[in-house]
């Protein structure tokens, strides 16, 4: 008996879209940092979810499938419950991006800002730190901030973000604040750590919007 076909949506990856291949869904996704995908049994249930949010079609258990239940290796250890951490959200559907900060002992929002048109999740994840570091900088603290994006943790130390995002009216203010980060991180020293947050042994990131 013929295996059945599966279509598999790509959210965000290296390339979006409805895929119909697993090798070249997979190549799409694996090592990319926060890729969202799912399979589906017909083509007209991805070409419908392609057009919608990846979280409407994500239950919590999925979402809790994603953490791998195995013991935290020594190096890696526990998060410092004295720090802050910052996450971003990216709308699939509309392309709208918000990102906050959360004070990792008690929870308590600190900051959130959007939602901003046309960005990226990247986008959102550096604003994110950068604010956070400016943030902290006013309280005179050197907490150190978690995120669990490695390419935006990558772009602050570069002091620079990547992005390949075309300018357009409507994000005009997303490539004003681009700028404003990146020169805050040109004219500013900081003692505060960026520290990765590690889904896979702490579970999800505290400042996670929580759209599961």
Not at 136 to 158: C, E, F, M, N
Request: hydrophobic residues 40%; positive net charge; contains cysteine.
């Amino acid at each position: 008996m013929a295996k059945k076909a599966k279509f598999y949506v790509v959210w965000q990856g290296r390339k979006t879209g409805i895929f119909t291949d697993w090798k070249e869904c997979e190549a799409q996704i694996k090592g990319f940092d926060d890729a969202q995908f799912k399979s589906f049994d017909s083509i007209a249930e991805a070409e419908t979810a392609i057009q919608r949010s990846y979280w409407e079609f994500v239950t919590k258990k999925d979402a809790a499938a994603k953490v791998v239940s195995k013991e935290t290796p020594a190096h890696i250890g526990k998060p410092v419950k004295d720090s802050i951490a910052v996450d971003a959200a990216w709308n699939t559907a509309t392309g709208d991006m918000e990102y906050q900060g959360t004070y990792l002992a008690t929870g308590q929002r600190i900051f959130l800002q959007g939602p901003f048109k046309d960005a990226t999740n990247n986008i959102g994840e550096f604003l994110a730190i950068v604010h956070g570091l400016a943030y902290l900088q006013k309280k005179g603290s050197d907490l150190p901030i978690y995120s669990d994006s490695r390419t935006a943790i990558s772009w602050v130390k570069k002091k620079h973000a990547n992005t390949k995002l075309a300018l357009t009216p409507r994000n005009k203010p997303v490539f004003e604040m681009l700028q404003r980060a990146e020169r805050w991180l040109a004219e500013n020293k900081f003692s505060n750590k960026i520290l990765k947050w590690e889904t896979e042994y702490w579970g999800e990131n505290p400042a996670d919007f929580g759209r599961k």
